[in-house]
């Protein structure tokens, strides 16, 4: 009776909504999972352990990480597009599911512009520590993916469960999809001078 019958892109059977929200859940579970092995990672490499155990952990960083990372995001991505177009709460309808596409889209570039392209020079800096050289190349810069990508999950995870800011509006006295909500007059104000 009280349920909310607004009309969605997508009209997904039950059973199929719901498994589109555990892979949605499972994926960004994943997601988390590898940037905290990303952290452990880059924390060993950066500064803990022998030279063997610092050299391995950054080339495995190098050669691991990136690709189930990219994975799992556009995973969670997807199934999250996927709900949005096939739930009452849409894509762009309340503030809190458009910013954790905004987030989701934000998060999967750097994977490909920032993590990845420089993962060649993580895995020369593994190889040269394992070496006892010293690497050639700055990768201070590992300390920023996880940092960055933990705290927007979490954030993310957060507008999930508390649904905050309410609906995105879409016009003064317009209501969902551009129509005048009753009792608003379409007149345009006028100015004198």
């Known amino acids: 009776m ?3 019958r607004t009309k969605t892109a997508v009209n997904l059977p039950p059973r199929v909504r719901k498994a589109v929200l555990t892979l949605h859940i499972v994926s960004a579970g994943a997601w988390i999972g590898i940037d905290v092995l990303v952290a452990v990672l880059a924390g060993i490499g950066l500064g803990g352990g022998s030279a063997a155990v610092r050299g391995l952990a950054l080339r495995a960083l190098a050669q691991f990480v990136v690709t189930p990372m990219l994975v799992a995001a556009l995973v969670c991505l997807a199934t999250g597009l996927l709900l949005g ?3 009452k709460w849409g894509l762009l309808r309340y503030w809190w599911v458009a910013v954790k596409l905004a987030m989701n889209l ?8 920032a993590l990845r392209p420089g993962m060649a020079d993580v895995g020369a800096a593994g190889g040269a520590i394992e ?3 010293v690497p050639t190349s700055d990768i201070s810069f590992l300390v ?3 940092t960055v990508s933990l705290t927007a999950l979490a ?3 957060v507008l999930s469960v508390y649904k905050p800011w309410g609906r995105v509006r879409r016009g ?3 209501g969902p ?4 909500r009753p009792g608003v007059s379409e007149a345009r104000p006028t100015v004198s001078a």
């Open 172 to 174: 003064a006295g317009r």
């Open 144 to 146: 920023y993916p996880p």
């Open 155 to 157: 954030v993310a995870t």
């Open 177 to 180: 999809g551009g129509a005048a």
């Open 2 to 4: 009280g349920r909310d």
């Open 85 to 87: 177009l096939a739930t």
């Open 131 to 133: 070496a006892g050289q």
């Open 106 to 113: 934000v998060l999967c570039t750097l994977i490909l512009v």
